[in-house]
């Protein structure tokens, strides 16, 4: 354990010290800035940016439009298709680059093949989470400074214990640690987004050294399969029955992940399921590719 332990920690911290780690978080509060957050009467969309270049604090507090609020639910973005490729920026080229470079094969000299491709998981998980969360902790922070209108958290967990939506035990929490509460518990779901968005990628590099390849095939991927299933979605089949396997199939949008805790419970340990078994194929598959390679990274 100790060995696969330094192994994360080298990648990590070879990450946090890029500064592509630091432009693909500035890339994710940009692209949740510049979406949408709210409707005027006229129907016309507006922007954080928008609302405060376009309006007063007095008018801003007028349109009900309330920081607490922007904050929970996020911006309407493009943030769902452009996830895999910010998720793996950081750590996906460092990964080509290994590979390309044949230096992989001092890292397997000290770890197992299995041991090595577990840590790469693990690695590609984190860096991708901290990525899309910490993005998102700069969008709440512009958000709660830009919006005069607080807002209450208490409210908002009231709406959603009303709406029965997730556990009632965590909107109680959430009630009494207030807007803190409200910032960690999003940036959980962020994080998990994140995360479950560099698993292509990861898979991906375990063949690919040219990292544009690894990061642009993700993206493509990821619009083609939302599409899909946003339209198998909009079927009789989903709409009117709700069971096992269409709860399992919505589950595969990782956006999900950003608004799992209004989920149903059954709907929460389904998405939790689809996932895990994703995570132990993609690892199987990345180890299968390494066992047959026929020496320590070639």
């Not at 070879?14 to 693909?24: D, P, Y």
């Not at 029965?164 to 959430?174: C, F, N, T, V």
């Not at 899909?228 to 396997?245: D, G, K």
């Amino acid at each position: 354990m100790g060995k696969l332990r330094g192994l994360i920690k080298g990648d990590i911290s070879r990450v946090f010290g890029s500064s592509t780690f630091i432009l693909a978080v500035i890339a994710t509060s940009l692209i949740m800035l510049t979406g949408s957050i709210g409707v005027y009467s006229d129907n016309t969309r507006y922007n954080v940016f928008q609302l405060v270049a376009d309006n007063s604090r007095e008018e801003i507090r007028e349109l009900g439009c309330q920081a607490i609020d922007a904050v929970y639910r996020g911006s309407s973005s493009y943030l769902w298709m452009f996830a895999p490729v910010l998720a793996g920026m950081p750590l996906i080229p460092l990964l080509c680059a290994e590979r390309k470079n044949r230096a992989m094969r001092y890292e397997l000299v000290r770890v197992t093949k299995k041991k090595f491709a577990i840590g790469k998981m693990i690695s590609a998980l984190i860096s991708g989470g901290f990525v899309i969360s910490f993005g998102y902790l700069i969008y709440a922070i512009v958000v709660y400074v830009l919006i005069p209108d607080k807002g209450s958290a208490g409210e908002l967990a009231d709406m959603q214990i009303l709406c029965e939506s997730g556990p009632k035990g965590l909107w109680d929490a959430i009630k009494v640690l207030g807007y803190p509460g409200i910032i960690v518990l999003k940036m959980i779901m962020m994080f998990l987004f994140g995360a479950i968005s560099s698993i292509p990628a990861y898979l991906l590099s375990s063949f690919i050294t040219n990292k544009y390849i690894v990061l642009c095939i993700p993206f493509i991927i990821n619009y083609m399969s939302s599409m899909a299933i946003m339209r198998l979605m909009s079927t009789p089949l989903f709409y009117e029955h709700s069971n096992v396997f269409t709860k399992a199939v919505s589950s595969l949008m990782p956006e999900m992940a950003t608004s799992i805790c209004q989920q149903e419970t059954d709907r929460m340990l389904i998405f939790a399921g689809v996932w895990t078994v994703i995570i132990v194929l993609s690892v199987i598959f990345y180890i299968v590719i390494e066992e047959k390679r026929c020496d320590c990274g070639q």
